[in-house]
């Protein structure tokens, strides 16, 4: 009976580390960009499919919503301000992404927004005093969504600290022994409660 009841602990102790293992792997994945380890999110990302769904999403804020025709007419064209507008946003995304969305450039960008608070509004001085278990909570405040669609995908969405109209959608899956970031998509509020997006067809 002993025997058995150590058993049944520790298997519901690995069934509570394996459902907090993907939440940990997001918060160091934070925790990376804040400090600067480039050498963390380059083992703990997989760039391709992160890049190329981030391309995707980032689309839609700088060109808005492809028009969608009724049935029976033809497509509608574009204006010439709607192309140009269209042309400089893919430019601006594709330009973004390609100097961001790596290693070294992600901690770059968080310093942006870091540059922001330290000198408008003084809110990074107030998190680097911080305990780590108080950032973890502000980051578990933030959660607005998370779901496993299997044992091996975890699906988690955040709602962005200073803009409450963005929110941030990351597909976790488990490599090996590691979960690693392999989409990420940004949405509009009134987007994010929709079902997920068709996600990329990877090789098995």
């Known amino acids: 009976m002993k025997s058995l ?44 499919t992160v890049r190329e769904t981030l391309r995707g999403s980032l689309m839609e804020f700088a060109t808005g919503p492809v028009a969608v025709a009724s049935v029976g007419t033809a497509n509608p064209q574009p204006g010439l301000w709607q192309r140009i507008k269209s042309g400089i946003g893919r430019h601006a995304v594709e330009s973004m992404v390609d100097a961001y969305v790596t290693p070294e450039g992600l901690p770059q960008l968080f310093n942006v927004r870091k540059f922001y608070r330290d000198n ?73 409660s929709l079902p997920s997006p068709t996600r990329i067809a990877r090789p098995a």
């Open 5 to 48: 009841l150590i058993a049944a602990t520790a298997t519901l102790f690995l069934a509570i580390a394996f459902v907090a293992s993907p939440f940990v792997a997001a918060w160091s994945i934070r925790e990376a960009m804040r400090t600067g380890d480039s050498a963390y999110l380059a083992e703990k990302i997989e760039w391709p």
């Open 120 to 192: 408008i509004s003084g809110q990074t001085a107030a998190d680097a005093a911080l305990p780590w278990h108080e950032r973890a909570r502000l980051f578990w405040s933030r959660v607005k969504r998370a779901e496993f669609h299997s044992p091996a995908a975890f699906e988690i969405e955040l709602a962005d600290r200073n803009d409450s109209t963005r929110h941030y959608v990351g597909l976790l899956e488990l490599r090996g022994a590691t979960w690693k970031l392999t989409e990420l998509r940004v949405l509009k509020v009134r987007e994010a």
